[in-house]
């Protein structure tokens, strides 16, 4: 019998965080103040993220230990499933090999509770018993509210107004756990009060949501703000994905030629790959490919520069590929992939050539997301579906060169919380938004 699944025990769950801060071969450009543009120091993120945290930011220790209370939650879903997808080779009639690293196995869906945990357990050791975020799709504020519920702290959530509108049972999830959630852009703040007024029909985005968080938790003592991606902190935090995946590639017998993720912010990828790409620095030859929608285009199509995380411009400035903060993309269903930014340091492993992305139309995402379903059977999140389009063009072009490949992408979650996005696809079909027409249309 071939093996399918390859399974690591509780006491496999990696026991460190893997910091790539360590062995990059470059220096990171500094987090700039948003208004003297000089560079930040701990005291100016004191007031949003616990000190722990602040520190992981810019630590260059290559291993963080993971404290006992985070491992003891990681291990009601971890360690998460690598399989290898037989029946979708065979579907593709490829001799490449495809493995795929499962994050959808917790209950809410995604990889995001990896770091949500953390965050939660920091900042109440800390003291502090209520924290803010923006939630996109609705994975990232469903895995706080959780996280938020297993450490008895209160959660407030903004969610952009379109995937509010397009997943009301996300909504439900996140108010089972607890938490209160808002349709960003919302009335609850200076910033959502402001863009309603010019727009009240306003879709919303990461960007505003961010800002609308921020500026609750800047308000109270009590309150620090939680960001789901994008920031080395959370980066750090996603390792254990990759740490474990290459304690199952090692027992699968292959090593990665190629390591593909979706990516919105960055957390996803560099939980899945910074493991792989510390084996690259030190002269393995691998690829590392990043996955984004044409919608919103970061890094293919992105700028290289100095750019706010927000729309209102209350983050600090980050050295990243940005479309622009005030750039609002299309409404496509990949939610969690409509970020104008990127993380610093995907950003900057982009820019030194060390990563390469691709950029893929929903509708041919949709395509690689039902030939998956159809033989692997899980239904996958949108924004993993890019990865999966993106694995099977590389494994069709191993076929065409009769070349036996072997292709890692992250399945980052399940779709199933997403099932008016696939009924919308199987209906109607989708529409297609290129970046330049998204801008023009003012969505
Ligand atoms: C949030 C999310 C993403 C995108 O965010 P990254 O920070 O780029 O990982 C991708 N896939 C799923 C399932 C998500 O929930």
């Known amino acids: 019998m071939k093996t399918t699944k390859f399974l690591l025990s509780e006491k496999e769950i990696p026991t460190a965080w893997y910091n ?12 700039l103040h948003p208004a003297t543009k000089e560079p930040i120091g701990p005291a100016d993120l004191a007031p949003l993220f616990a000190m722990e945290l602040i520190k992981q930011e810019v630590s260059t ?58 965050q939660a357990y920091y900042n109440k050791q800390e003291g502090i018993m209520r924290l803010t975020t923006e939630t996109g799709a609705g994975q990232w504020g469903s895995a706080l509210s959780m996280a938020c519920s297993f450490f008895g702290m ?13 997943k009301p049972y996300r909504r439900s999830l996140m108010q089972v756990y ?3 959630v808002f349709a960003s852009p919302s009335t609850n703040t200076q910033t959502g009060l402001k863009i309603l007024e010019v727009s009240p029909d306003s879709s919303g985005s990461l960007g505003i949501a961010i800002s609308e968080a921020v500026e609750d938790a800047a308000k109270r003592e009590d309150t620090h703000y939680s960001l789901g991606s994008v920031l080395n902190h959370v980066l750090l935090h996603q390792t254990v994905i990759g740490l474990e995946a290459k304690k199952q590639m090692e027992m699968a017998g292959d090593y990665p030629d190629i390591v593909i993720a979706c990516c919105g912010g960055g957390s996803n990828l560099a939980g899945l790959s910074f493991p792989f ?62 970020y104008h930014g990127d993380s610093a340091i995907v950003s900057a492993l982009y820019d030194k050539g060390i990563i390469e992305a691709v950029a893929y139309h929903q509708t041919e995402v949709f395509d690689a997301a039902l030939q998956f379903a159809r033989t692997e059977g899980i239904i996958p999140a949108p924004e993993s579906s890019h990865a999966i389009r993106s ?11 009769g070349e036996e490949k072997v292709i890692l992408f992250g399945l980052s979650g399940n779709g199933y919380f997403d099932m008016t996005a696939y009924d919308s696809y199987l209906k109607e079909g989708l529409k297609d938004y290129n970046f330049t027409l998204a801008c023009n249309d003012g969505e």
Not at 70 to 89: K, Q, S
Not at 154 to 166: A, K
């Open 20 to 31: 790539i801060l360590a062995d990059l071969p470059f220096q990171l450009e500094p987090y």
């Open 61 to 118: 220790e290559r291993w963080i230990e993971i404290p006992d209370e985070v491992r003891e939650i990681y291990n009601l879903y971890r360690p998460g499933v690598l399989f290898r997808a037989h029946r979708l080779e065979k579907a593709l009639d490829t001799p490449a090999k495809i493995y795929y690293k499962y994050e959808g196995g917790n209950a809410t869906g995604s990889h995001k509770p990896n770091t949500a945990i953390a």
């Open 154 to 166: 209160e959660c407030v959530v903004y969610m952009v107004r379109v995937s509010y509108d397009q």
């Open 178 to 180: 607890g938490a209160t």
């Open 277 to 338: 790409i510390q084996d690259k620095l030190a002269g393995k030859d691998m690829r590392v490919l990043a996955v984004e929608p044409k919608a919103c285009p970061t890094l293919t199509e992105g700028e290289y520069r100095y750019d706010f995380g927000d729309t209102a411009g209350l983050t600090p400035l980050t050295k990243m590929y940005t479309l622009g903060h005030d750039f609002i993309p299309a409404g496509i269903h990949a939610g969690g992939l409509r």
């Open 391 to 401: 694995a099977i063009d590389e494994a069709l072009k191993a076929k065409e060169a």
